[in-house]
């Protein structure tokens, strides 16, 4: 009886709390929740275009497309891709919030200068670049005496070249958030250091470095999803030529739902695009996890 009590009184009290949650519970679940199981249930199908009816096939899609060397291939250009952009990216952010955490002059210009392409529409960055490699590029090194290269053009080169354009767009965000986690680092540290005789670069490795850890990781998440659903780049700047050589997974699903209007295999492909975000995803924060733990 006193038990039944505390829980209505529990209920009573936080009410007012769960009211203010219904509304963006409901449209969690009719936008986010509904869907995910659709497309999970439909990935079993041979759903195909608009058409209302369908057939239940099993696991045929996921065999397909384990067995479409086009698709499998994707894999690996989506994480060749999402490595470069993470790792460079990440670095060159750091790099930028250490440099303008400091107090010079034109700080908070130069934050705004960095931090302008990722205001921009990955369509339109990559309709720069592209006009970047294969116009300007080509230009100056002919202008310097050397041969045109085309970049885009290049089995090799493309996808460092499409990674280059990702890191300009992301770094200006991720170092603001990195310059806001130096800004939480107390200066009670910054001094006992520098009355203790560190230098610059062991006050960095030391003490800057391993308090900024907890959001590195973080950023490294956020990023590592971001790069491995990437669309916009490929698809603007190259199509995800030359032969499929810049196709990431999720320009194929694109082709395969919309141009061979295959949605039951389309749909498939994402669910396996899901398992590979959500792996690294653990991963990560597991990683993160340990690293928290050990500092305690």
């Given at each position: ?28 679940i009719l936008f986010f929740i509904i869907p995910v199981v659709q497309s999970f249930i439909l990935s079993f199908t041979n759903s195909y275009g608009m ?74 960055v990559g309709y720069v670049w592209k006009f970047v490699y294969t116009n300007a590029v080509p230009d100056f090194l002919e202008m310097l005496g050397f ?96 032969a499929g050589a810049s196709t990431t997974m999720v320009l194929k699903i694109y082709h395969t739902a919309f141009n061979a209007n295959r949605t039951g ?32």
């Open positions: 009886m006193i038990q039944q009590k505390r829980q209505g009184s529990y209920f009573k009290r936080n009410s007012f709390y769960l009211l203010f949650l219904l509304p963006a519970m409901i449209l969690f058409r209302t009816k369908f057939s239940f096939v099993g696991l045929e899609n996921y065999i397909e497309a384990f067995q479409d060397s086009s698709f499998t291939d994707t894999i690996s250009i989506t994480l060749e891709f999402t490595l470069i952009a993470v790792v460079f990216g990440n670095l060159m952010a750091l790099a930028l919030a250490l440099l303008l955490d400091r107090s010079i002059k034109g700080n908070n210009a130069l934050r705004a200068i960095f931090f302008i392409p990722n205001i921009m529409s990955l369509i339109v041969r045109r290269i085309a970049l885009l053009g290049n089995l090799d080169m493309v996808v460092p070249a499409i990674a280059i354009a990702s890191i300009w767009n992301m770094a200006g965000y991720y170092m603001v958030i990195y310059i806001a986690a130096l800004q939480g680092i107390s200066t009670d540290y910054l001094e006992a250091a520098k009355i203790d005789g560190a230098s610059s670069l062991q006050t960095l490795f030391k003490i800057k470095l391993p308090l900024l850890m907890p959001t590195i990781m973080t950023c490294i998440m956020l990023s590592v999803a971001g790069q491995l659903k990437t669309f916009e780049l490929p698809y603007a700047m190259t199509s995800g030529g030359p295999y389309a749909t498939a492909q994402s669910t396996i695009l899901f398992a590979i975000i959500a792996f690294f995803s653990f991963i990560i924060f597991k990683i993160s996890r340990k690293r928290e733990e050990a500092v305690q």
